[in-house]
């Protein structure tokens, strides 16, 4: 049996805060476009180690290892496919450190991405290959000391069921998360609502599911609401970006403030979830706000994705739970059309 990390501090603080983004703050202390972040767990830890450290300072009771692109898949893109086991224990000792010397409980976990790769028949992985490849680095994420293997802004549902299927094998008790970044579903077309039942009939299930990443922050809200609907007693994670991605010349910059994340965190919240962190864009003072927010706010009603709307701000996908996201004058307007 594994042990559960997070069910226990669950039941010590009800809803816990994950850390930030890994690549917009590596970006910002140098990393260039096309550089493997995973390689700097050799040739810069110092940088992942302040990375680590800022977000504990922040306040995160959760923090994601340096190893989003850790398959061999992802890292032969980098000539570094052979190094699969060593890059992702140095990610996850590196994290293990920081959290070690922290006087509060913080939890390690390993980051797992995507392969990059389509399965089998869309593509050439085969789902044994996959499942191979996600427990290489599992394998290396557990022996750095990762407490739970994070599979995370997963497209497919056979690629998050192989990645579950490797955690299992590895021994690790794992999470995951959608991206929900097309017209409201994923890029293969799961629904947040059918996230649950992704991993049924796997010998162990999952410590927490939900979404991260995306298009912005109302929209990962709308998500939840569906996957707090659909299974309201499930331990939700939603980990959305920084407001809404903008590109200013070759640069892109996200939209949220420290203010609007806070009531991102207090909507979160009252939609259901259990664990709330930030994605991409989100830094170290936006999470300290998240953090200042979670520790202040009482549970509030659930809200309505009209309600985020007017709180954080428009939707990206318009097709979105279509039926909650009209506005009261679109409904109006079918009234009258139909």
């Known amino acids: 049996m594994t042990t559960n990390p997070i069910d226990a501090l669950l039941a010590e603080k009800g809803v816990l805060l994950a850390d930030g983004a890994t690549g917009t703050n590596l970006f910002a202390m140098g990393l260039e476009a096309g550089e493997a972040p995973e390689l700097w767990n050799e040739s810069a830890p110092e940088k992942i180690e302040t990375l680590h450290q800022k977000f504990v300072d922040a306040g995160a009771d959760i923090i994601l290892t340096n190893s989003f692109g850790g398959t061999r898949h992802r890292l032969k893109l980098h000539h570094a496919q052979d190094r699969v086991f060593e890059l992702n224990k140095r990610a996850a000792e590196i994290a293990r450190a920081v959290a070690d010397k922290t006087a509060r409980k913080v939890i390690v976990a390993g980051s797992v991405g995507p392969t990059g790769e389509l399965l089998v028949p869309l593509g050439a992985l085969t789902y044994d290959q996959a499942v191979d490849a996600f427990a290489e680095q599992i394998e290396g994420l557990k022996a750095g000391g990762a407490e739970v293997a994070w599979i995370e802004t997963m497209s ?34 799961l629904l947040p609502k059918d996230i649950h039942g992704v991993v049924d009939g796997l010998a162990q299930t999952p410590l927490g599911v939900g979404a991260n990443c995306g298009v912005g922050a109302s929209d990962i809200l709308a998500s939840l609401l569906d996957m707090s609907e659909a299974r309201p007693d499930a331990t939700i994670i939603v ?15 996200y939209s949220g403030t420290p203010e609007l994340m806070s009531d991102y965190v207090r909507l979160a919240v009252d939609g259901g979830a259990r664990i709330i962190g ?3 864009g989100t830094s170290f003072e936006h999470l300290a706000a998240m953090r200042k927010a979670l520790d202040a706010h009482k549970k509030e009603a659930r809200p309505t994705v009209e309600a985020i709307i007017e709180r954080i701000g428009p939707m990206r996908n318009k097709l979105a739970a279509p039926n909650a996201a009209e506005t009261s004058e679109g409904r109006r307007e079918r009234r009258r059309r139909s």
């Open 239 to 253: 980990k959305g970006n920084c407001g809404i991605p903008e590109f200013r010349g070759t640069e892109i910059h």
């Open 278 to 280: 930030g994605c991409c």
């Open 156 to 189: 497919a549902p056979d690629e998050i069921r192989a990645a579950a299927e490797a955690a299992i094998r590895v021994g690790l008790p794992y999470t995951y998360t959608g991206s929900f970044d097309t017209a409201g579903r994923t890029m293969m077309g």
